[in-house]
């Protein structure tokens, strides 16, 4: 019992600490949490007062010992009534009590049980206490429960083979000095079919394995019980342990102490208590059961590459789609619903009023005020049709959704242990973090809740209306039928009359966009499992997507993965989440302003609320300087924020090392995932090689985040490039995972290399179709209407989904930055900060490596850029110089970025444009730090390939 016991525990630490104990920390404090808020909320007060005294007795018993306990699935009440039943069981069958209620209680029992009706007092009591002791899945409650009913069962019936088998009648008299019905019932006829002796050896047989049941033993641990019970230990495994090398066929197991963690590595969580593994027994090997070690399930273990039909993203929630009845075509624009969304914009304060039906919107004839760039973007546009005051000197909402904020707000104040300071106190974490205190998750409900999604608006009657007169006047069989309405953009479906050719409306796409005055309809023929034509229109009355809403959806909470992030909402009202070590890589890009910077807040966000530092860190490169400083001193991040793109490029090749240096130890230690590998570091089964130094410790996920590619391309162009090929083609299975963004989705910037490495991609609007492109590899995203509306292409999709994407303010941001900055204080890898130091070294004279021969390889750089001919051949005939000299100027050439590598006997690629060679001379010199002209010259030319 006892090693069973502890072994439940060991198991459900297992489990705890595989998904990442402070993710299943929070989860199941936030399952518990909203099980225990719904029942409170549901409970009416009735119940809860005849609940009142079990509840009490229940938890004065769990008060003295408990077992595996679930809340959510306590049964009190019955086990009280269990135990007021023993007590008048008591009565009747122990003191035999002379009353009505005694003898009919006692004629039942025995009638029932015959003799062994003495037991039911004793049973009921065991029973009721542990099943108040113990709940939920995991309790092993059904078991146990049969295994006593069994035993009971057996029992009668070898008393009733032995003490009325005999007599072939029968009679309740005798089998209530017997074993009663329930040991007639196959007790006698097996006495009879067989012989007493086989049915009481069959009986015998089936005692043993209810105990068996009600211990919670398997047959393969009888002998090391057996031991016990003898008082001795069980027998342990020996260091080559047959089940392991089975399980870990490349384990080298040494002395224990070895075990400690690497530096800058976090520590283990401490709850994988292994069991002691046993050494193969006779019995053992005769009855083994095909499981895997340490699961009781008997089903096969689980690895990260185990899943088919990988899909990076996941779309989940309800959609309400609307249907329209046959009457579609004569939708009137004045609609039953009168949710007005449509807003005229007053000049001083933006207050929201209904737009006279059909009329054109006025634009606010005074001063705009300019909000700020992180205030709520469409918050003058309240949906419920409150006054949203904006002050017209800052832009700063005054008077916000009283609700959602206040919330917000009362939920950090409840969570938030700040020591002495204020929140907004942003330059000085708290200096008392403890980092051995245990690492307490952000709440969720401290991001804003949106305002709940409208299924249907007066808008849409006006486009529907719309798109039918649209549709009569050019003759063209078509109706709508329906449609979804997402944050951003409505989808209508739009159903053909029979023999009218799809092209009909498809052609019709201009005369609809100028029909609902947007230029941005985008038309899909079919919906993609629907006989129907989707027109997307861009809403009026758009919605925002509030980050907190999506982490906050089911299947967000349910998922105890520390990588995922909120993406946002899909056309049609799904929540879409995106698990980024699916991904595996992301690429976003689009236009300035079109929400890219929103995006990654969101991302970064989703992941402080989900993940603690043990689970993820980070490396955040930021040339822009202010987009990520919002995040400076987070304990995720590996090191400071990085702002210096030659730095950026040092981080990039320390995460080649650190991948190389985690795919060692996957080789080494046989496994094909860092997941894997670290769930078996946790499970105490990843030893150090005997007499080494290493030290075994789970790796957590590393996520790179590059605000602005262009940037670092600009800079070390060649080093970023093959540092990113480096890691996107291998990093996977490590848990390196990049996020790339850049507002410059030119081939220069995003290269074929990059691209073909990157498999996810996100797209925000675009200015051209060209650059939509170079994202997408397809046109679209240049239609897109900006502000966070996207087209998403996770791994595994074949066509990109549209999405409007979370937003999540800086107030949101600032309090989940402060929340976990007063819990812990980031440790940063010194050795990425001395790469990037030897870096700036090297940088301080950057013509060291030319030597003499500066005259020479600026010829040389002239001759190559003009004629675009990277030649070595034509440096040695030009120059007159000889083989090994005309090599090293190319060489020299090439670390500069102006030839590409040596391709054998071709010549090389020329990688900078003729009209760059003034700036390529300069930076040859150490006169300039970058290789080309301006960004947008560059592009421009680039773009001319296409
Ligand atoms: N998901 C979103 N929901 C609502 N509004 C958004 C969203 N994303 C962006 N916006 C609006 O668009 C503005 C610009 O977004 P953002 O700063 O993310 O653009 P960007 O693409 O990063 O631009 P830049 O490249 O200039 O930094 C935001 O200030 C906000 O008003």
Redesign the pocket.
């Known amino acids: 019992m006892a090693q069973s016991s502890s072994k439940s525990k060991s198991r459900s630490a297992r489990s705890a600490s595989s998904s990442g104990a402070g993710s299943s920390a929070r989860s199941s404090q936030t399952s518990t949490g909203s099980a225990k808020a719904s029942e409170q909320n549901v409970e009416p007060f009735w119940h809860k007062a005849l609940l009142a005294i079990p509840r009490a007795f229940g938890s004065a018993v769990r008060k003295v010992s408990v077992g595996e306990y679930d809340p959510a699935y306590r049964r009190d009440g019955l086990c009280f009534v269990m135990i007021v039943l023993a007590i008048f069981f008591c009565g009747s069958e122990w003191f035999r009590v002379d009353g009505a209620l005694g003898r009919a209680l006692h004629s039942f029992a025995s009638a029932l049980f015959g003799v062994m009706s003495v037991v039911v007092p004793v049973l009921l009591i065991v029973l009721a206490i542990r099943l108040m002791r113990n709940s939920g899945k995991e309790s092993g409650n059904t078991s146990v429960i049969a295994g006593f009913v069994m035993l009971l069962w057996s029992i009668c019936s070898i008393i009733d083979v032995v003490m009325a088998a005999d007599t072939k009648e029968f009679s309740w008299q005798n089998l209530q000095h017997a074993g009663g019905l329930l040991g007639f019932v196959i007790g006698s006829p097996l006495a009879w079919g067989l012989s007493q002796t086989f049915a009481i050896i069959v009986f015998v047989v089936a005692a043993l394995f209810s105990i068996l049941l009600i211990t919670r033993t398997h047959v393969t641990e009888i002998p090391d019980k057996l031991r016990e019970l003898g008082g001795r230990e069980p027998r342990s495994v020996s260091s080559d342990g047959a089940e392991q090398s089975e399980q870990f066929p490349n384990e080298v197991r040494v002395g224990d102490d070895t075990l400690a963690f690497a530096d800058g590595v976090p520590s283990h969580d401490g709850s994988d208590e292994d069991e002691a593994p046993r050494k193969e027994s006779l019995s053992s090997r005769l009855f083994k059961r095909r499981k895997p070690q340490g699961d009781d399930d008997g089903k096969l273990d689980q690895y990260a590459g185990d899943e088919a039909f990988l899909k990076a993203a996941s779309r989940h929630g309800e959609a309400a789609e609307t249907n329209l009845g046959n009457g579609a075509r004569s939708v009137s624009s004045g609609g039953a619903y009168n949710d007005d969304m449509t807003r005229s914009i007053d000049s001083g304060t933006w207050n929201a009023q209904p737009a006279p039906s059909g009329s054109t919107v006025p634009m606010p004839s005074g001063n705009m005020p300019a909000v700020s760039?992180?205030t709520d973007?469409?918050a003058h546009m309240d949906s419920d049709g409150e006054t949203m005051v904006v002050s017209t000197q800052t832009g700063e909402i005054l008077d916000q959704a009283p609700g959602a904020q206040a919330a917000a707000d009362q939920a950090t104040e409840a969570m938030v242990p700040v020591a002495g300071g204020t929140m907004d106190d942003l330059t000085a974490p708290n200096a008392q973090a403890d980092s051995n205190a245990p690492y307490q998750l952000p709440d969720l409900n401290l991001l804003m809740k949106g305002k709940p999604h409208a299924a249907h608006t007066q808008a849409n009657d006006n486009v529907i209306h719309a798109l039918t007169s649209t549709f009569q006047q050019f003759n063209v069989d078509a109706k709508v039928v329906g449609f979804l309405r997402g944050p951003s953009v409505t989808q209508y479906e739009v159903e053909l009359g029979p023999g009218v050719k799809v092209e009909k409306v498809t052609n019709l796409q201009k005369n609809i966009a100028y029909a609902v005055a947007s230029s941005d309809v985008r038309i899909l023929s079919p919906i993609p499992g629907k006989s129907a034509i989707g027109i997307e229109i861009p809403n009026i009355d758009r919605e925002?997507?509030h980050l907190g809403d999506v982490l906050r959806s089911d299947k967000a909470v349910q998922d105890p993965n520390p990588m995922l992030a909120g993406v946002?909402k899909d056309v049609e009202g799904h929540f879409v989440t995106a698990d980024l070590t699916k991904m595996p890589h992301l690429l976003v890009a689009?236009a300035?302003?079109?929400?890219?910077?929103?995006f990654i807040n969101s991302m970064l966000t989703s992941i402080i609320m989900r993940a603690t530092p043990d689970q993820v860190r980070m490396i955040m490169v930021d040339p822009k300087r202010v987009?990520l400083s919002a995040y400076a001193g987070i304990p995720h991040l590996l090191t400071p924020i990085i702002t210096d793109p030659k730095k950026a490029s040092q981080a990039l090749e320390w995460v080649v090392k650190e991948m190389d240096a985690r795919y060692s130890d996957l080789e080494f230690f046989g496994f094909r995932h860092v997941k894997d590998f670290n769930e078996a570091v946790r499970a105490g089964k990843v030893h150090a090689p005997a007499g080494s130094n290493r030290k075994v410790a789970p790796y957590p996920y590393l996520l790179v985040v590059v605000d602005e590619m262009a940037d670092l391309m600009m800079v070390a162009k060649n080093d970023v490039e093959s540092s990113i090929q480096r890691i996107t083609q291998l990093a996977r299975a490590a848990g390196v995972h990049l996020v790339l963004a850049t507002?410059r989705p030119s081939v220069d910037v995003v290269t074929g290399l990059i691209k073909a490495n990157i498999p996810s991609r996100l797209a925000?609007a675009t200015s051209s179709a060209t650059d939509s492109r170079v994202i997408l590899d397809t046109t679209g995203a240049e239609t897109l209407i900006g502000?966070?509306d996207a087209l998403f292409l996770p791994m595994g999709s074949a066509k990109p989904i549209r999405v409007?994407?979370?937003?999540v303010n800086e107030s949101e941001i600032r309090k989940a930055v402060d929340f976990v900055r007063t819990q812990r204080k980031p440790h940063y890898r010194e050795d990425i900060e001395q790469m990037a130091n030897e870096a700036e070294k090297s940088k301080l004279d950057p013509t060291e490596d030319i030597g003499g021969d500066m005259d020479e390889l600026l010829q040389a750089a002239e001759l190559v850029v003009s004629s675009q001919f990277g030649s070595t051949s034509m440096l040695q005939r030009k120059l007159r110089v000889g083989f090994a000299k005309a090599g090293r100027l190319m060489d020299l050439l090439e670390s500069r970025g102006v030839v590409g590598p040596s391709e054998g006997s071709k010549a090389r690629e020329v990688l900078v444009q003729p009209q760059d060679l003034p700036q390529v001379l300069a930076f040859i010199k150490g006169q300039s730090d970058s290789l080309t002209g301006s960004p947008s010259q560059q592009s421009a030319a680039h773009e001319q390939e296409y």
């Open positions: 760039q992180r973007p469409w925002i997507v946002g689009g300035t302003g079109s929400g890219k910077s929103s987009e507002q925000f502000q966070g409007q994407g979370a937003w």
